[in-house]
């Protein structure tokens, strides 16, 4: 730029001298002559493309021109020169003035040049502004639009009947079918009209029906006085009628005056009577029920509080007769809250359930109204005098004889949970010290007597249930029986088994040889703590089976040499669950089922299939049956123990048994199984 | 009437005849399924139990993973005897050869896939089977028991090709030389018999009972076990446990063992064997007892040791016997727990 600038103050300073270019004179010469002269309008005219040109032959010419006055002035000579430069110098001044006009032309073109593009820029804005008004308002509109989509109208939310049901029972002044068919905002309002017409009717009926209400509850109201006032008269009827019954002495009123009676009973008791005369009727003609007790006693429960008072001092007073002479220490207090707190209400319920062979189980059904459980005492009495067995002696003693009925029902300690509670303020520890004296407990009574205790929950709202009652009577009723003929049935054997005799009966020979030669020699009981102490019995032991309300005998098989010892569980569940027999063999050496895996076969012959021992229903015969089948298979036993070649002299027990096989499998378990018609033995 | 009769027992003899029935519960057999983490146990009642061993291993293994993932009845005798192939559960006990499918044991669906029979003579008792033996090469079955033969089975066809006589008693068990296809089987006669698989033949018998170093007559004759490595074979059972040279037939260690072995094996550089009593027998070669451990059941009747390639972190030795527990032994050293029926 700088250079440029040189360059054009260079030639101003020629021009000032007065040296025009020759051709440029020419023509400005010519147009000056033409017409006024305007250089804006010469813009036009002119072609910039020449003008370029121009300017570059001028500039090159001026070049020229620059040089040769260099030349020539570098040269010396002084005159001659002189005049040619002068030449030269006014050569360049018209150059010069080309150039300025030039210059000017390019200014104005590019003042135009901005001019026009100001202009087109200003229309281009008012354009966009304009496209930018007309956006907005293309978006102002489309939001109307959808806000009017958009808009709810409240009869969209109601329930209208369908188009089919509209048409078919609205009125045709309503649907005007031909109008609203085609057009679906017409249909809408007269499906709405449809509508408001079905409501209006509606209401019209609820309407009425309230009045109807209203009628009929006076109506009710009128007719209940009616009732009301009718009660009283036919009470006066009924005591009149009394006096004519008695007179007549009706069969209804014996039944009658024992429900009378039992009308006393404590709930519980009630409801275990009712339910047992109900299965006595319906089901069992052996069932006697009666209720045992003072009439007297009870009804004095029920008298208001101070009568019950009385009542206390009069049993405080018998009691202080007991124990006159001592001294009223806080002991004696809590014992006398502690008799207080188990006293049995005066009535029991007495139920005599009699078996086909004339046995009859005698039960007594007490009620523990403090502690609110039952108790039961029961009895057995036989037809014939019974000969008593040492070894059968709890078979039928009333504190076992109907333990665990239900699976580990005991009857030891209380079902009512709420009771521990009450035993903690009297210091009761159990009830388990009390119950010889007031009677088992057990689960089922608790269940027959319609009681029903909650396991989690201590707490005294316990209602009877007949229901619950009913639903336990018959099962009860036949565990019961069955409970007393297998003790009976038990109570014989153990006679038997005493004396060394297996009293196998005819209709189960079929299940053993004929020939048995090991025989039973001893029958005894023992007590729980020496049955746990045996070597051989862990197993049993471990597996929980050896539980304290099990009776435990020790019965000794004998053949020769060999004896055979036999511990025997008897659950209180007999027979249909089998006794269970733990074996030790004394011959050559002490052999268990730890070490002889035919001691293990043996005694699995006998507790596991027990089933075909069990000979004619209801099996009573089974342990019975069980000995014997120990006895044969220690006959198998013996007599198929392989024979040492190294020993000299016969076989101690030579094999009369008849078996396909002596051993079997990997255990060389030998032939334990006896095949009845046949007579052989095989293996299972 | 008789119904209510039925209704009215109670519910304690469910339970006190299942307690009975754990109680004299045997295991005679073991197998290891082809994945390696489950194992099928069979008892005296003809039932299989299927253990995930994997899942009793795991580190988070409860109670209950001891417990059979399924339980089905297989037989009507006893299971005493099963072999896995590849996809196969085969057990046998009564007479009968059956085969099970694992993928679906494993899916609790136990239905038999087939069941064979071979053809026996007598009729009055059906014979037992005692072994089974698989031969993979030629995929061959081979069934040993009661009726005193080795029956083939050929397992693509199902048919029986031949049977070999020879013994004069049951037969307990059965092995393979697996280089020269050669089986051995031991029974209650006393005697170990060698038959060769091509030509169906007798090749020797060593009746044990009859060498001395062996023999104990108050236990009788009976080989109730046998395993065999190359050249060597053990063998056990009435007669002391012994290490056999099979070229030379001449006993070459008897183990002091006095209870009678039922279950032998070779494991790398030992013998692993159990029988009348709680433990598992380590032996060395020399006949020196290197490691008694004991187990939970009074005496044991089957060792398994899981070698499955499949499942590197179940490999276990399983032992079972008298009782309805499976002892699982994590390194031959102690048992680590027990699996229960």
Redesign the interface.
């Known amino acids: 730029m700088s250079s440029e600038s040189s360059k054009k103050r260079k030639p101003k300073v020629i021009r000032s001298d007065g040296a025009p270019a020759e051709g440029k004179r020419t023509r400005s010469d010519t147009e000056q002559e033409g017409k006024y002269y305007s250089e804006e309008a010469e813009v036009d005219l002119r072609d910039p493309g020449r003008d370029y040109e121009l300017y570059k032959y001028t500039c090159q010419e001026l070049q020229r021109l620059m040089a040769e006055i260099q030349d020539l002035k570098s040269r010396g000579g002084k005159d001659a020169q002189a005049v040619e430069i002068e030449d030269r110098r006014i050569q360049s001044c018209v150059h010069f003035m080309t150039l300025k006009k030039l210059n000017r032309l390019a200014h104005i073109r590019l003042k135009k040049g901005r001019d026009q593009t100001h202009e087109a820029k200003q229309k281009v804005d008012a354009y966009h502004l304009q496209l930018q008004n007309l956006l907005y308002e293309v978006m102002h509109l489309q939001k109307e639009i959808t806000k009017c989509l958009e808009f709810k109208s409240k009869h969209e939310e109601i329930d209208l009947v369908s188009l089919e049901e509209f048409y078919k029972e609205a009125p045709p002044d309503i649907s005007k079918a031909e109008v609203t068919m085609g057009d679906p905002h017409q249909q809408t309002l007269a499906r709405l009209d449809w509508e408001l017409e079905q409501r209006k009717r509606l209401a019209e009926k609820y309407r009425e029906c309230l009045s109807n209400k209203e009628k009929i509850l006076k109506e009710i109201e009128v007719k209940k006085e009616y009732l009301s006032s009718l009660q009283p008269r036919l009470n006066s009827i009924m005591q009149a009628s009394l006096p004519v019954q008695e007179y007549l002495f009706m069969p209804f009123d014996q039944a009658h005056k024992q429900y009378e009676t039992a009308r006393h009973l404590p709930p519980p008791l009630y409801v275990l009577f009712v339910q047992a005369t109900a299965y006595g009727q319906a089901c069992d003609k052996m069932l006697s029920v009666a209720i045992e007790g003072s009439v007297d006693e009870a009804k004095a429960l029920f008298k208001p509080p101070e009568d019950s008072q009385d009542d206390e001092s009069d049993s405080d007073a018998e009691e202080e007769q007991t124990t006159k002479r001592r001294r009223p220490t806080l002991g004696v207090q809590l014992d006398d809250k502690r008799k207080e707190m188990l006293k049995r209400h005066p009535l029991s319920v007495l139920l005599d359930l009699k078996c086909k062979d004339d046995s009859v189980l005698h039960l007594t059904f007490y009620y523990l109204m403090n502690l609110n459980i039952m108790t039961v005492k029961a009895r057995v009495t036989t037809a014939t005098e019974l000969i008593t067995p040492i070894s059968a002696g709890d078979l039928l003693s009333p504190d076992s004889v109907l333990s665990c009925l239900y699976p580990g029902d005991h009857g030891k300690k209380t079902p009512n949970p709420a009771n521990q509670y009450q035993f903690d303020k009297v210091g009761i520890l159990t009830l388990r010290d009390y119950v010889l004296d007031l009677g088992h407990p057990y689960l089922w009574v608790q269940k027959l007597g319609g009681l029903h205790f909650p396991k989690e929950q201590p707490q005294h709202t316990v209602i009877t249930d007949h229901s619950l009652s009913a639903s336990h009577m018959e099962t009860t009723m036949k565990l019961l029986k069955t409970r007393v003929q297998s003790r009976l049935a038990l109570h014989k054997q153990f006679a038997s088994l005493e004396h060394g005799i297996v009293p196998v009966t005819s209709d189960c020979h079929y299940l053993f040889p004929a020939k048995v030669v090991s025989r039973l020699v001893k029958w005894v009981t023992i007590a729980h703590e020496d049955y746990t102490e045996l070597h051989f019995t862990k197993d049993i032991v471990e597996a929980g089976l050896a539980g304290d309300t099990n009776l435990y005998y020790m019965a000794l098989v004998e053949r020769g040499t060999a004896k055979l010892q036999a511990a025997v569980v008897l659950n209180p569940g007999y027979s249909s669950i089998p006794p269970i027999f733990q074996l030790c063999l004394n011959w050559k050496g002490e052999k268990t089922n730890n070490n002889d895996d035919n001691i293990r076969a043996m005694e699995s012959e006998v507790n596991v299939c027990y089933k075909e021992l069990c000979g004619p229903r209801p099996g009573h015969q089974l342990l019975t049956n069980q000995l014997q089948r120990l006895c044969v298979l220690l006959d198998v036993y013996l007599e198929t123990e392989s024979h040492d070649d190294s020993v000299e002299g016969p076989k101690e027990f030579p094999q009369e048994k008849m078996c396909l096989r002596l051993f079997r499998g990997p255990s060389r378990i030998k032939p334990f199984k006896y095949n009845h018609p046949q007579g052989f033995f095989s293996h299972r | 009437m008789e119904r ?2 039925q ?7 469910m ?3 299942q ?6 519960m ?1 295991i ?1 057999s073991q197998s290891v399924s082809p994945c390696g983490k489950f194992l099928a146990a069979g008892n005296n009642y003809g039932q299989i139990a299927i253990f995930s061993l994997s899942a009793a291993l795991s580190s988070e293994a409860k109670e209950e993973s001891k417990k059979p993932m399924v339980t089905f009845q297989a037989h009507d ?2 299971v ?1 005897s099963m072999v896995s192939t590849d996809r196969h559960l085969l057990s046998a006990g009564d007479g009968e050869v059956k085969a099970w499918l694992w993928a679906e044991i494993l899916k609790k669906g136990c239905k038999e896939l087939w069941r064979r029979q071979p053809p026996y003579r007598t009729s ?2 059906v014979p ?1 089977i ?1 072994a089974l033996l698989l031969v993979p090469k030629e995929n061959l079955l081979i069934l040993a028991g ?1 009726d005193c033969q080795l029956h083939a089975m050929d397992l693509e066809t199902g048919t029986f090709m031949w049977a070999l006589r020879g013994h004069t008693d ?1 037969i ?1 068990c059965l092995a393979l030389r697996e280089r020269s296809p050669e089986v051995l089987s031991g029974g ?1 006669d006393g005697a170990v018999r060698l038959w060769d698989l091509r030509t169906a033949k007798e090749v020797q018998t060593i009746e044990v009972y009859k060498h001395e170093e062996c023999s104990r ?2 236990n ?1 004759r ?1 080989i ?1 076990c046998l395993a065999t490595d190359s050249d060597w074979m053990v063998c056990g059972g009435g007669p002391a446990l012994t290490l056999w040279h099979l070229r030379s037939s001449t006993p070459t260690t008897v183990f002091p063992m006095r209870a009678p072995q ?1 279950h032998v094996t070779f494991y790398q550089d030992l013998i692993l064997s159990a029988g ?2 709680r433990c598992v027998n380590q032996w060395q070669l020399s006949g020196e007892l290197k490691a008694q451990v004991p187990g939970s059941s ?2 044991l ?1 089957s060792l398994s040791l899981n070698q499955q390639p499949a499942a590197p972190e179940c490999k276990v030795l399983t032992a079972a016997g ?1 009782s309805c527990r499976v002892d699982v032994f994590t390194n031959l050293g102690y048992r680590a727990f027990s699996l229960s029926f």
């Open positions: 209510a009769a209704q009215a027992v109670p519910l304690g003899q339970e006190v005849f307690a009975l029935q754990r109680l004299h045997t005679f005798g006893p005493y009055l008792e037992e005692n009661g049951y307990h209650e007559p108050h009788g009976w109730g039922k009348q009593g009074p005496g009747l008298n």
